[in-house]
């Protein structure tokens, strides 16, 4: 059974930084692709980063390239998504997933198969 748990949000005023985790267990991860995804109040939830665990291959929303970096960690099947200058228009929950799809990266949730239950990100101005 495939577990995705995230942890790391919280408050902090704009232009600070938050580092999130997410702990994967369950399968091997080799071939999967791993996403962060957030979902603000009323709004749909919308692609936020992916790496491709074999080749750490990233990818980006334009609105967070060049503030927000995602990166994984082999040994502890973890993936971080790290969060710098914050603004408030990033406040959403935001959600591990993962794709087992070998071929391509989503930027769909539809495409992804497994989900963590989120964690909160409030960002103040």
């Known amino acids: 059974q495939v577990q995705l748990v995230e942890s790391g949000g919280g408050l902090v005023q704009a232009g600070g930084s938050l580092r999130l985790s997410c702990a994967a267990s369950g399968r091997t991860f080799s071939s999967y692709a791993m996403g962060w995804f957030r979902q603000a109040p009323g709004a749909e939830r919308e692609f936020v980063a992916a790496i491709r665990w074999s080749s750490g291959n990233t990818y980006y929303k334009d609105s967070v390239k060049g503030r927000f970096t995602i990166s994984r960690d082999n040994a502890k099947t973890t993936v971080y998504l790290q969060m710098n200058s914050l603004r408030p228009e990033d406040t959403a929950v935001y959600y591990c997933?993962?794709?087992?799809?070998?071929?391509?990266?989503?930027?769909?949730?539809?495409?992804?198969?497994?989900w963590g239950h989120g964690t909160q990100v409030t960002v103040s101005s």
């Open positions: 997933a993962a794709d087992r799809n070998p071929y391509s990266i989503g930027r769909l949730p539809a495409q992804y198969d497994y």
